[in-house]
T-cell receptor, first 111, second 112 residues
Framework: GQQLNQSPQSMFTQEGEDVSMNCTSSSIFNTWLWYKQEPGEGPVLLIALYKAGELTSNGRLTAQFGITRKDSFLNISASIPSDVGIYFCAGRTRSQGNLIFGKGTKLSVKP | GAGVSQSPSNKVTEKGKDVELRCDPISGHTALYWYRQSLGQGLEFLIYFQGNSAPDKSGLPSDRFSAERTGGSVSTLTIQRTQQEDSAVYLC??????????FGPGTRLTVL
């Protein structure tokens, strides 16, 4: 079946530093989404991407839909303590309604 | 508040019992999804409802799992004869056009 490889699995950064995480898939996706999940909560949508090559920002977050349609990255600039959480990528192929999720990147930010 | 709501927020049950988990999607959203998230893991797709179409049940792990969506709105996920490996957070999401999905807070199920 389709798989999403998300990396890194976890990362530690200093407040103020930029961080980057990415996802690659074995299939071509027509939608990429990035979510953040905090303890005890459901995932919250951060950025949605619908076109190959699309680069979209949401505040300090920037995500891109890879040209090959098989990858996406998320950058967080100038990280702050409230960025702590688990970030999930998710994608969908043209033929499916459900999303396929990566296993998440756990971000820790040291003040 | 117009977000996705789920109930109960926590459920503790004994092995072998049946449980029902409820999801109220965002009003007007035609698509509804159920996912399962085990501790420290990503989200595992279970079932997907889109309008009046037959649901996509391809993610249900066994025949002990079933779901209904009544009147195109509220959905109930039922797990029969629960097992310890069913312990997880069950998340519901809804979307307006098979696209961006908005998640509820989840139901944490613990099977003793």
């Amino acid at each position: 079946g389709q798989q999403l490889n998300q990396s890194p699995q976890s990362m530690f950064t200093q407040e103020g530093e930029d961080v980057s995480m990415n996802c690659t898939s074995s299939s071509i996706f027509n939608t990429w989404l990035w979510y953040k999940q905090e303890p005890g909560e459901g995932p919250v949508l951060l950025i949605a991407l619908y076109k190959a090559g699309e680069l979209t920002s949401n505040g300090r977050l920037t995500a891109q839909f890879g040209i090959t349609r098989k990858d996406s990255f998320l950058n967080i600039s100038a990280s702050i303590p409230s960025d702590v959480g688990i970030y999930f990528c998710a994608g969908r192929t043209r033929s499916q309604g459900n999303l396929i999720f990566g296993k998440g990147t756990k971000l820790s930010v040291k003040p | 508040g117009a977000g996705v709501s789920q109930s109960p927020s926590n459920k503790v049950t004994e092995k072998g019992k049946d449980v029902e988990l409820r999801c109220d999607p965002i009003s007007g959203h035609t698509a509804l999804y159920w996912y399962r998230q085990s501790l420290g893991q990503g989200l595992e797709f279970l079932i997907y409802f889109q309008g009046n179409s037959a649901p996509d049940k391809s993610g249900l792990p066994s025949d002990r799992f079933s779901a209904e969506r009544t009147g195109g709105s509220v959905s109930t996920l039922t797990i029969q004869r629960t097992q310890q490996e069913d312990s997880a957070v069950y998340l519901c999401a809804s979307s307006s056009a098979e696209d961006t999905q908005y998640f509820g807070p989840g139901t944490r199920l613990t099977v003793l």
